[in-house]
């Protein structure tokens, strides 16, 4: 059983900084991860995914200021998000997609919250 848990959010002021970390126990032997996000009424959209070959996508509106990394020794992905905005704002959940099982696992998710 694949277990994620995210840490990292918090509230920071229009224009800073902030780390996402995710931790993932009984990752799978092929595995794509990412983070995605969700406001308050939306739907939940995909941040940033790493496929299990390595190639990366990030949505358009946060290309330029996110950049997520993965470090497979540790089971862990991170986000690392410059320059955040108010329209940042959302609980960010992290994603690990097991290729095997056609299966999604996800974490509890963390709050962000930018103020302007």
């Known amino acids: 059983q694949v277990q994620v848990v995210e840490s990292g959010g918090g509230l920071v002021q229009s224009g800073g900084s902030l780390r996402l970390s995710c931790a993932a126990s009984?990752?799978?032997?092929?595995?794509?991860v990412g983070w995605y996000r969700q406001a308050p009424g939306k739907q939940r959209d995909l941040v940033a995914r790493?496929?299990?070959?390595?190639?990366?996508n990030y949505a358009d509106s946060v290309k330029g200021r996110f950049t997520i990394s993965r470090d497979n020794a540790k089971n862990t992905v991170s986000l690392q998000m410059n320059s955040l905005k108010p329209e940042d704002t959302a609980v960010y959940y992290c994603?690990?997609?097991?290729?095997?099982?056609?299966?999604?696992?996800w974490g509890q998710g963390t709050q962000v919250t930018v103020s302007s």
């Open positions: 790493i496929s299990p070959g390595g190639s990366i």
């Open positions: 994603n690990v997609f097991d290729f095997a099982r056609h299966r999604d696992y």
């Open positions: 009984g990752m799978p032997s092929i595995a794509a």
